[in-house]
């Protein structure tokens, strides 16, 4: 189990910049068709905040590799880096 | 003996303080979307492009970005003074600016001031808004008994679609009650009537901060306060210490991004569809909504209960599963039971009625021609076209606007509604447990941070997002009717794979750390 947990976080680091690159490339040519200001501000909004979620997929998926995820913390102590 | 029956009474007394709070907190934010048409006739006149640039900022800027960014600050509040304080804190400040909403000028009164003034009371609603819930589910959770906590917590998830169900229910009844006469009492609410809901909100926050006010801070809280052991940072430690990061990760990830988007597919996009691509009537599309609401809610508290026993996890895995495998036959089915092509039409009493409204100086007029068709099975469908009749009649309108309004058999409207009742039990099996789930990921210090900033990107930009998309899916592929369910169907599927290979089932029997 704790082997294809680190596979998939291959998975999911490419994913980020994956649907990144869709989403900007999507954006440009709706804005290309339809140039208003409405349209613009739209597909602005969707990319400034699906980009730190996409970041935070990839450190997700740099996670899963390292193995972060082979044990979840059995206790609050555990999560506290102190 | 005594003692038991006093802690069920005392965390009844919790779970009612809590989720009254809460349930109005979501009944202020959803009356604004729900009466957003007629707030944008009032505020934002679309033939000023300005003023239609701050209603997509309220729009989206309210709705979506800043519930995170309330999330976090308010959280950082709630983990450095405590729960109480906090979320009195966003239940005074969404009550004031839902109440002000109620009372700014229109427009045509005091210009640009309108915009503005409802923009930024609309922004401090949604940054009230990421602030309570963490703050709710937190605090029943800290007083919850360890083996009732999914039910007790359960609670808080059902004031949210309470909360849709009472804006819905408020402005149906205000809509319908200013006149006698139904259209009058349309044309006056549309004018003036819209501010009541808004204005009925002070009452209703009045009675929660006094009932809130009572609360004494949560238990667990109070003793790490006691012991000097809050944190002092709690923004650092919930985000830059990696091993709460990827419990925020995995909690965003694995859990509340694919509810997110169930949520808002059940409640939200399901209305939307049968308005705006069923072409259901106004009311029709709303009474469906609510009564499959009223049905399914209890279900909340079911399915909350129930992860006591068999845990969290697996619950809201099957809720994900089964909408992602359904979406696409029950929303083709709601297509199919409007669809006029699948009904006999009786002709014979086809109505047509033409209004003809001349324009002045130009010969030309505006020709409204109403077409009522009238099914075998009751349905009446409303064809109205608009436009103009030119005095040269070689000059015809090149795109006459065409608007469809279909009022539906009782048969196929109780079929409507046992769909959506159906896509509001997958919300119920995803969002019954999150709360509890979500509490007993974190740590006392840094819980109300840590939970509540997944929470909101989950819910606010994931599932709140979903309508948007959604649509504009159906503009971009306009062929497919059913394509903007590729979105919830994507986000809830790659969900569910971090959920079933990354989540634990486990319930945490110590939250009180």
Same mark, same amino acid.
């Given at each position: ?19 990144i ?23 602005a ?24 995820y ?7 102590a ?5 | ?22 349930l ?22 679309k ?37 109480? &304080? ?6 005074? +400040? ?12 229109? &427009? ?30 937190t605090?029943?959770?800290? @007083? ?51 501010? =009541? ?17 009572k ?8 003793? #790490? ?5 809050t ?27 694919g ?14 569809? +049968? ?50 495998i ?8 709601? #297509? ?7 009904? =006999? ?10 209004? =003809?409204?001349?324009?002045? @100086? ?5 020709r +409204?021609?109403?077409?009522? @068709? ?9 064809? %109205? ?39 509001? =039990? ?28 997944? &929470? @909101?990107?989950g ?12 649509? #504009?899916? %159906? %503009? ?38």
């Amino acid at each position: 189990m704790n082997t294809t947990k680190r596979i998939a976080g291959i998975l999911w680091m490419i994913a980020g910049p994956t649907a990144i690159y869709y989403l900007i490339k999507t954006a440009l040519s709706e804005i290309s068709k339809k140039p208003v200001i409405d349209t613009k501000i739209q597909w602005a909004v969707f990319v400034i905040v699906f980009i730190p979620i996409a970041i935070g997929i990839v450190i997700f998926g740099y996670y899963a590799i390292t193995g972060e995820y082979d044990r979840l913390p059995e206790s609050s102590a555990e999560i506290t880096d102190q | 003996m005594n003692q038991p029956t006093n802690e069920v009474q005392g965390i009844r007394r919790i779970i009612a303080a809590s989720s009254v709070g809460t349930l109005i907190e979501w009944y202020d934010f959803y009356i604004f979307g729900s009466l957003a048409t007629v707030i944008a006739t009032q505020f934002f006149p679309k033939t000023n492009p300005t003023a239609a640039l701050l209603s997509t900022f309220a729009t989206f800027a309210a709705g979506f970005i800043v519930r995170p960014f309330g999330a976090l600050v308010f959280g950082r509040l709630g983990d450095l003074i405590g729960r109480k &304080y906090t979320f009195l804190l966003t239940l005074i +400040i969404m009550g004031s600016s839902t109440f002000a909403i109620g009372l700014v000028p229109g &427009y045509e009164t005091i210009g640009f001031a309108a915009p503005i003034l409802v923009l930024v009371l609309r922004l401090l609603q949604g940054l009230a808004l990421g602030g309570e819930y963490g703050g709710a589910a937190t605090y029943v959770a800290e @007083h919850a008994p360890p083996k009732r906590r999914g039910f007790f917590t359960s609670w808080i998830q059902t004031t949210a679609t309470l909360g849709l169900f009472l804006s819905l229910g408020i402005i149906l009844i205000t809509r319908h009650s200013l006149d006698i006469d139904r259209a009058k009492s349309i044309a006056k609410f549309n004018d003036w009537g819209w501010r =009541i809901p808004f204005l009925v909100s002070i009452f209703l926050v009045v009675i929660s901060v006094y009932i809130r006010l009572k609360m004494k801070e949560s238990p667990m809280y109070a003793k #790490l306060k006691i012991e000097g052991k809050t944190s002092s940072n709690p923004l650092k430690e919930s985000f830059t210490h990696r091993s709460n990061l990827k419990m925020v990760l995995l909690a965003l990830f694995g859990a509340t991004m694919g509810q997110g988007v169930v949520w808002y597919t059940g409640q939200f996009y399901a209305q939307s569809f +049968i308005e705006n691509i069923c072409k259901v009537d106004f009311e029709q599309s709303r009474t469906i909504l609510i009564w499959a609401i009223l049905f399914a809610t209890p279900f909340f508290v079911f399915f909350g209960g129930w992860s006591d026993r068999v845990g969290r996890k697996w619950i809201m895995m099957i809720g994900m599963l089964l909408a992602i495998i359904t979406y696409r036959p029950l929303f083709g089915q709601l #297509l199919s039971i409007a669809d006029v092509n699948n009904k =006999i039409e009786l002709p014979e009493q086809k109505q047509i009625n033409t209004t =003809i409204n001349p324009f002045a @100086h130009t010969g030309n007029s505006l020709r +409204i021609v109403s077409t009522k @068709h009238f099914f075998s099975d009751g349905m009446v469908m409303t064809e %109205t076209k608009t436009d103009t009749a030119y005095a040269d009649l070689s000059k015809t309108t090149i795109k006459p606007d065409i608007k469809l309004s279909k009022l539906i058999s009782k048969n196929d409207y109780w079929m409507m509604v046992a769909i959506v009742f159906l896509m509001i =039990i997958y919300v119920t099996m995803v969002y019954g447990p999150i709360a509890a789930f979500l509490v007993e990921m974190f740590p006392t210090k840094i819980r109300y941070t840590s939970m509540s900033l997944p &929470y @909101h990107i989950g819910n606010g930009i994931f599932g709140g997002l979903t309508p948007f998309i959604a649509l #504009l899916l %159906t %503009t971009i592929y306009s062929t497919d009717k059913l394509v903007g369910l590729f979105y919830p169907m994507i986000v809830a599927g790659v969900c569910l794979l971090i959920g079933v290979l990354y989540l634990r089932n486990k319930i945490d029997s110590d939250v009180n750390d």
